[in-house]
């Protein structure tokens, strides 16, 4: 079991976005939002196939690996993973997904603590959901928490969202200066070095940013 109640403390994590940044269209409770199953990949097969070469690229068997803002897939490389945890919204999606050991249900935009152990995982990914993280510099913090010493974690976006759900300062920014607002939120959470995949498989735009433990 890699899920455990972790104490919740007073946020020492820099700042990244002013409360006029973080606003939404849509202020009602993200819960009631994602009551409903969707069983859609949000971007194009074409970026999915794209995603999980990424995947392949980071991860090795028996890797320990945590999706955060999942949903009924999770795009993950055919390899034998160690152990596959992943955070969600809605319950039914979640139990759809047959790559996971074990999920939570949490609104990070109410509560960023994660209940994860320490060092316990070798990747994070969060694919497709970024761009709704309110507060994601403690989100971002929480990642390098849960990951090992040379753990990476991979945020994936395209230009698809929900905008009334999206942060204003997604909405506002051009897919390079989204790119550059995610290496924002790895600096504010601690990670070190980065790196930044721009492709364009198809119809859907792809970006992905990696962010790797700073060396002890």
């Known amino acids: 079991m ?33 009551e409903s199953p969707r069983f859609v990949t949000h971007a194009d097969d074409a970026f999915t196939t794209r995603l999980t070469t990424v ?10 690996v945590f999706d955060a803002m999942s949903s009924w897939v999770s795009f993950l490389p055919d390899i034998s993973l ?19 050991d ?21 990747v994070v990914c969060c694919a497709l959901s970024v761009q ?14 849960a990951l090992t010493a040379d753990g990476a974690a991979i945020v994936s976006f395209t230009n698809r969202m929900f905008p009334t759900k999206a942060i204003r300062a997604w909405r506002t ?6 790119a550059a607002l995610v290496e924002e939120y790895f600096n504010a959470g601690g990670f070190g070095a980065m790196e930044r995949i721009i492709d364009q498989p198809r119809t859907d735009p792809f970006y992905a940013v990696i962010g790797r433990q700073p060396p002890e």
Not at 82 to 100: I, Q, W
Request: hydrophobic residues 30%.
């Open 102 to 122: 074990e999920y939570f249900l949490q609104d990070f935009n109410s509560n960023q603590t994660l209940p994860l152990e320490e060092d316990s995982f070798d």
């Open 82 to 100: 160690g152990y596959v945890v992943a955070h969600g919204l809605n319950e039914a999606e979640l139990e759809a997904n047959d790559c996971l």
């Open 2 to 34: 890699y899920l455990t109640l972790k104490a919740l403390t007073e946020s020492t994590v820099p700042r990244v976005l002013s409360d006029v940044d973080r606003q939404k269209i849509d202020t009602s409770d993200d819960t009631h939002f994602y």
């Open 132 to 145: 709704y993280l309110q507060y994601p510099g403690d989100v971002f913090s929480e990642f390098g928490r």
């Open 55 to 64: 995947y392949e690229s980071e991860m090795t068997p028996g890797d320990r």
């Open 173 to 178: 920014r051009s897919m390079d200066e989204r």
